[in-house]
C-alpha cells in the first residue's frame, strides 16, 4: 500500500511524495530526490525531528535526546523513524532550496594546510568540480580522510571564492583527519567530497540576529558573516559570541575584524573558560547573553557548539515558550572528528522565537 505525504516547508513550498507502508518517510523523501534534513537515521539524534499536521502513523524507535514524550504527545515526529499509516501532512523545518539539493559528491585538491593555533586547523580545497560547489551559509560537507574510505563532517568556513573552500578543524589527538592533515597532506593531494548538508543555515536577517559559538563552531559564522558581506550588510544588528577552553584556541580575529569594518551593524564578543585568560569575559558562551542581545524577544538565534551545551539550551528554550523553534544535534559533526556517540560533538540550533 502506498500513501501520499505531503511535505510543508517553512518557505511555503509544498512537495508530495509517495511513501510505501514498509518504508519511512525519510526514505521515501530521499529516494524520490528529496533531501529532508537528517543525520544518524537511529531515532538518536534528533536532526530529522518534524512536525506532523494530520495523518495517521507509527513511530519506530527513538531516545528521549532525540524527542521527548511531550513533544511526541504534539504531534512531532522523527521521520527515520514515522511509518504512515494513511495520507498525512508534514511540516519541515527547512527550506525547500535546501531539501531538493542532491548532494554531489566532487573530488577536490588541497590547496593549504594551516595551524592556526594548536586546537585548531585551517583547510583549503580548490578544483573544477570545487568551482561548480554551491551551499547555503552554514552548511557542511562530507569530507573523505585520504588513504581511507571513512568521512568526517565540517562546516564550510567562507563561501566559496576562486574555486576554493575552507574549513575550521578541530585537531583532535589521534584522530583520523587531524593525523593526515597535521602529519602528512601535502598541497595537491586529492580529497573526497560530499554536500552540501544540513537545514544549519542563516536565514533572511529580518530581525536583529544573535550567534553563539564554540571552539570550531565558529566554522558555519563565518560563512554566514561572509553572506551578509556580499549581499550588502544587514539592516539589524548581528552580535557573535565566541568562546574557546584557552587564549591560545582563540582563532581568526583577523576576519572578525573585516567583517566589523565590512558590517556597521556587526560586533562580537570573545570568551574563555581558562581562569587565567587574558580576555576580560571568562565562561562559557551561554553565560554571557546579555538582555540587549535579546531585544525584547525580538531575535533570531543561531548555535552551534558542544554538546554539553545542548540540554541546558533546551531548557531555556523550553522555558521560553518558542513559538518555531528547529533543533539539530550532529550525529556526524560539522568542525569537528567523528567522536563515539555520546561524546562530546558539535551541536546546532537555529532558535525563531519570540521569548517572554
Known amino acids: 500500500m502506498t500513501f501520499k ?11 508530495f511524495i509517495d511513501c510505501n507502508a514498509s518504508e ?5 523523501a530521499y ?17 530529522c525531528k518534524c512536525k506532523a499536521e494530520s495523518g495517521k502513523y507509527e513511530l519506530g524507535f527513538y531516545i528521549d ?38 548532494h554531489a559528491t566532487l573530488t577536490s585538491a588541497v590547496a593549504e594546510v594551516r595551524q592556526l593555533s594548536p586546537s585548531t586547523i585551517s583547510l583549503v580545497l580548490q578544483g573544477d568540480g570545487v568551482r561548480k560547489l554551491a551551499f ?19 562546516s564550510f568556513s567562507a563561501m566559496p571564492a576562486e574555486g576554493k ?51 570550531t563552531g565558529l ?8 553572506k551578509l558581506v556580499a549581499g550588502g550588510g544587514s539592516a539589524h544588528p548581528v552580535h557573535l559570541i565566541y568562546g574557546v577552553n584557552t587564549d591560545a584556541d582563540v582563532v581568526e580575529l583577523e576576519r572578525l575584524d573585516a ?23 571568562k565562561g562559557y558562551v551561554t553565560a554571557h547573553i546579555e538582555p540587549a542581545h535579546l531585544n525584547n524577544g525580538e531575535v533570531d538565534i543561531y548555535l552551534c557548539g558542544p554538546r554539553r551545551w545542548s540540554k541546558p539550551w533546551r531548557t531555556t528554550c523550553a522555558s521560553a515558550r518558542s513559538s518555531r523553534t528547529a533543533s539539530i544535534t550532529k550525529s556526524s559533526p560539522p568542525a569537528s572528528e567523528r567522536c563515539p556517540f555520546r561524546q562530546e560533538r558539535q551541536w546546532q540550533t537555529v532558535s525563531r522565537t519570540k521569548w517572554p
Not at 5 to 11: K, S, T, V
Not at 266 to 278: H, I, M, P
Open 5 to 15: 505525504i505531503a511535505l510543508n516547508f517553512e518557505d511555503g513550498v509544498t512537495r
Open 24 to 28: 519511512t518517510v525519510a526514505d521515501a
Open 31 to 47: 529516494r524520490q530526490g528529496v533531501n529532508v534534513p537528517i543525520d544518524c537515521r537511529d531515532g538518536a539524534c534528533g536532526a
Open 65 to 102: 535526546d532525540a524527542m521527548s514524550e511531550e513533544e511526541a504527545s504534539l504531534g512531532y515526529v522523527l521521520t527515520c523513524q514515522m511509518h504512515p499509516k494513511s495520507d498525512c501532512v508534514v511540516n519541515v523545518p527547512a527550506s525547500s532550496e535546501v531539501c531538493k539539493i542532491k
Open 136 to 154: 547555503l551559509p552554514g552548511q557542511y560537507a562530507n569530507l573523505e580522510v585520504p588513504g581511507t574510505t571513512q568521512t568526517r563532517a565540517y
Open 165 to 215: 573552500v575552507s574549513f575550521l578543524i578541530r585537531n583532535v589527538p589521534n584522530g583520523l583527519m587531524s593525523g593526515y592533515l597535521t602529519g602528512r597532506a601535502q598541497p595537491g593531494d586529492s580529497i573526497r567530497l560530499a554536500g552540501p548538508i544540513g537545514s544549519f543555515y542563516l536565514r533572511d536577517v529580518v530581525r536583529p540576529v544573535l550567534m553563539l559559538a564554540g571552539g
Open 219 to 226: 566554522a558555519p559564522f563565518l560563512a554566514m558573516l561572509d
Open 259 to 281: 567583517f566589523k569594518a565590512a558590517l556597521p551593524n556587526f560586533s562580537y564578543d570573545v570568551c574563555v573558560v581558562a581562569d587565567d585568560s587574558n580576555w576580560p569575559k
